[in-house]
């Protein structure tokens, strides 16, 4: 069965781990090649050992360390070939061989699991993320999309864990100290998703099973983990979901990994 910690997530740097008996990936490399490496001993993994890397897209805080794994330990790369072209100048010199193309909407197959790309809106080159299949456990990853759309809520609909954006509060959003064209970048249907948005999406795509929630990707300055804990389980009791009951809302950090749980 398949495993997943969240080694970091946040505005300063985001990498998730996914691994079944055969095959271990890393999705995105948004911190230092170093402080990889010091999160994968944290979980206990062999960061030599990845069959893959996946990334999302080219914003810094998920490609700051990709250079520097790439030719420290020879693990192939998979990304769309937009992403691939506005990532280049970025990450230095990848050899051809650990280069590999990752289409938009489509998926790979690892041994027993699957790996399925899916659109989102986000002011990136092509940004895309993943679910991940295997038998009959889904983990849907969406960290950065200014909105989750019909489309993306059918496809990421019923999974058992989500690793799920939960960017802002949005009165301290507008309150902060950001310049305008940020606050508006963010508001923005290719910015980010607030805590509110976020819970109103989950709640359409939950199943009446067993699911765990990881919110993402949380601002620095515009959010905190209790407010945006607090926000998402009461927009949630709002749309008939009581967080608690089946539906259970964990908290992710920018510097410290979660727990290995089965998805």
């Not at 998920?62 to 990450?91: C, Q, S």
């Not at 407010?227 to 389980?233: E, F, P």
Request: hydrophobic content about 40%; aromatic content about 8%; overall charge negative.
């Amino acid at each position: 069965m398949m495993k997943f910690s969240v080694l970091a997530s946040g505005s300063s740097g985001n990498a998730i781990y996914v691994e079944n008996d055969e095959h271990s990936f890393l999705v995105d490399v948004g911190l230092s090649g170093k402080k990889m490496d010091q999160l994968f001993q944290e979980i206990d993994r062999d960061i030599k050992k990845l069959s893959g890397i996946f990334i999302t897209h080219e914003h810094s805080d998920h490609i700051k360390g990709l250079g520097v794994l790439a030719r420290k330990y020879g693990v192939p790369i998979f990304a769309n070939e937009k992403t691939w072209t506005a990532m280049d100048p970025l990450i230095g010199n990848v050899p051809l061989d650990q280069r590999f193309q990752f289409d938009m909407e489509t998926v790979k197959s690892f041994g027993s699991i699957d790996i399925q790309s899916f659109a989102v809106s986000h002011d990136a080159a092509d940004p895309m993320f993943y679910i991940f299949h295997e038998n009959d456990r889904k983990l849907v990853l969406i960290t950065d999309t200014g909105y989750v759309s019909d489309r993306m809520k059918g496809l990421i609909k019923g999974a058992d864990s989500f690793v799920f954006e939960s960017n802002h509060d949005v009165s301290m959003l507008q309150m902060g100290r950001y310049p305008w064209s940020v606050k508006r970048r963010i508001l923005s249907d290719v910015g980010h998703v607030s805590n509110e948005d976020a819970a109103v999406a989950m709640s359409e795509v939950i199943d009446v099973k067993n699911t765990n929630i990881y919110l993402s990707h949380l601002s620095k300055d515009n959010n905190m983990k209790d407010l945006a804990r607090m926000s998402v389980a009461q927009t949630l009791q709002s749309c008939g979901v009581i967080a608690g009951e089946y539906v259970h809302l964990h908290d992710t950090d920018a510097n410290k990994p979660t727990e290995l749980v089965f998805v």
